[in-house]
C-alpha cells in the first residue's frame, strides 16, 4: 500500500516539475544594452528598444527602480510592447541581477558611458566591465559611432591580439541607417 502511494507521489511530483519547466518563462538573454544618462542607468534586452532610446531619449514602455543603481542612480528598464502587462521574466533585469542561465554563443552587448560606445562579444567581458568601470584590452576606433562617438571594441586574455572584425561587423550592421 504504502509502495503504491509512494509511487503516486513521485509521479506527481515529476509531472508538476515538468509542468513548471514548460511554463518557465522565455526571455532574451543574447544581447544588453546599458546607458549611462542624466544620472540614471538605462538596460535594455532588445536592439529595438534601445535604438529607439537612443534616437528618442525616453522609452515608451519601462521599469524603474528609484536609487536602485550601484551609486544610488535610478535604474530604468526599457521594456519592448509585449513586455509591459508582464511582472517578472525580464530579460534584461535578469543579466543585470546576474539571475539569467544560459548566455552562451552569439552574445553581443554596449554599454554608453562618458560619450563613448563600449561593445562586447562575450558577457563575462561585460560584467566585468561593469564592476570595474573600464576594459583592460581593447580595440579603439576614434570617432566611428553613428553621432561621432568613439567606440571600443572589448576584448579578452584570448582574443586581445586579434582585430575584432566580426564585432565590428555586428556594430556597423546594427547601427547602419
Not at 511530483?13 to 518557465?24: R, T
Not at 526599457?78 to 544560459?102: P, R
Amino acid at each position: 500500500m504504502y509502495k503504491n502511494i509512494f509511487l503516486k507521489l513521485a509521479a506527481l511530483s515529476l509531472l508538476i516539475a515538468s509542468h513548471s519547466a514548460l511554463a518557465a518563462p522565455h526571455y532574451n538573454v543574447n544581447d544588453y544594452y546599458q546607458v549611462y544618462k542624466d544620472g540614471r542607468i538605462y538596460i535594455f534586452d532588445d536592439f529595438a528598444t534601445y535604438d529607439s532610446f537612443n534616437q528618442v531619449g525616453e522609452t515608451a514602455y519601462r521599469l524603474t527602480r528609484i536609487g536602485a543603481g550601484p551609486n544610488g542612480e535610478t535604474l530604468v528598464f526599457g521594456l519592448q510592447s509585449k513586455d509591459k502587462k508582464m511582472s517578472s521574466g525580464f530579460g534584461s533585469v535578469d543579466l543585470y541581477e546576474g539571475t539569467a542561465e544560459g548566455i552562451t554563443e552569439g552574445f553581443y552587448g554596449e554599454v554608453i558611458k562618458d560619450g563613448r560606445i563600449y561593445v562586447f562579444s562575450e558577457w563575462p567581458d561585460l560584467k566585468d566591465f561593469l564592476a570595474v568601470g573600464e576594459a583592460t584590452f581593447r580595440f579603439t576606433q576614434i570617432g566611428a559611432g553613428p553621432n561621432g562617438e568613439t567606440v571600443i571594441y572589448v576584448l579578452n586574455k584570448n582574443n586581445k591580439k586579434q582585430q575584432p572584425t566580426a564585432l565590428m561587423a555586428e556594430f556597423e550592421r546594427k547601427h547602419r541607417k
